[in-house]
């Protein structure tokens, strides 16, 4: 057992999960470079001109981040629609991470709220929790701001939004996320953070930010349940 992972959630109040990485794997059946290729006919279909960069993008989120910072409101807002409305059709084809589930109810079992903070779409996400069963153990879903992509992680907002929303100081919450943008919100919202290297090449990467880097989600569960024993 990871001996400084157990210390950190022996400090902590409650738990604030990432969506795609430690619940599920969202595009697992509706590839994210497809999304993103559907994004882009968006794009040009509001006679946008699309550099070869962004034609090539394969991610939806960079799509809509980019889309939001060449500034016009509407375009951003036909983008946004179009990612919610995939993201809504990704969950039904997601695919759950190993201990996803048992982190999620040891939590709550050993007293901890458990909130989701996600840069994907509130509906989607509490679409797939409802129908994983798992939305009674979560709340709230903190999603993404509806055409402000300005505000998705890294920004800490999101992040202090789900602590104010469990009543838990930021201080005694920690994060669990699985890419930079988790680990670094965190840390602005003076938070605790857990990196979910969920690929081997991430483990490096995340060591120098995270609290604890974890390989499986398993790990996390584990020390619940041993908290919850004792």
Known sequence: MNANLRRL????????????????????????????AELVDVLRQHGVDVSPELASEPDPLEVL??????????????????????????????????YGREVIVAARQSGM?????????????????????????????????YAHPDLMKPNPVPILQAAFAVGVPSSRCVLVGDS????????????????????????????????????SMGEIAGALIERIDH
Do not use: W
């Not at 969920?198 to 974890?214: C, L, M, Y």
């Open 113 to 145: 709220p458990v909130a989701v903070v996600s840069n994907n779409s509130a509906g989607a996400v509490s679409a797939y929790l409802a129908a994983h069963r798992l939305d009674a153990y979560v709340s709230p879903v903190v999603g993404r701001a």
């Open 65 to 98: 981040r980019r889309t939001g910072a060449a500034g016009d409101q509407g375009v951003t807002r036909a983008v946004e629609e179009a990612l919610c409305a995939a993201e809504r059709r990704a969950v039904e084809t997601a695919e759950p991470t190993a």
């Open 9 to 36: 959630l022996g400090d902590v109040d409650a738990l604030l999960l990432d969506f795609d990485g430690p619940v599920c794997s969202i595009f697992a059946g509706y590839p994210a470079p497809q999304v993103a």
């Open 180 to 215: 930079l943008s988790d680990i670094d919100g965190a840390r602005l919202a003076g938070m605790r953070v857990i990196g979910y290297a969920n690929r081997p090449s991430k483990a490096e990467t995340f060591r120098a930010g995270a609290d604890v880097v974890i390989a």
